[in-house]
């Protein structure tokens, strides 16, 4: 008897998942649903594919006079041509070129340093 109730709880567990698995899209989900343009240009408030612009900012004088202030230090990209090697384990490396920051992060000059970098 206990062999049995095993058995029918079995059938009963794959029947329902297998049940689960061909559920339609539309029963889930339901027919009604929008699109994803549509979900997409009410998000955005995009209508009749008229692109919106983004806002401008306009800097004050005081803004701008801080901008020309501060300057980005130069941070020089090098090229290393590494030659055809063997690695230890005996297998051949093609020659190829790398190119890589002299600094890991770029820098901003204090006001006045930026004199000779130009």
Request: proline letters at 7%; one cysteine or more; charged letters at 20%.
């Amino acid at each position: 008897m206990r062999k049995m109730i095993l058995i029918v709880t079995v059938i009963w567990i794959n029947y329902g998942l297998l049940s689960a698995c061909s559920t339609s899209k539309a029963k889930v989900f339901g027919t009604d649903m929008p699109s994803m343009k549509t979900i997409h240009d009410n998000k955005f408030h995009k209508t009749n594919d008229v692109k919106l612009e983004k806002p401008g900012r306009l800097a004050s004088e005081k803004e701008e006079k801080v901008q020309g202030e501060f300057m980005w230090l130069p941070n020089p990209t090098l090229s290393m041509y590494v030659f055809k090697h063997l690695t230890p384990a005996g297998h051949p490396v093609p020659g190829y070129s790398t190119f890589f920051r002299l600094y890991t992060q770029n820098h901003i000059a204090a006001p006045g340093e930026q004199g000779g970098w130009e």
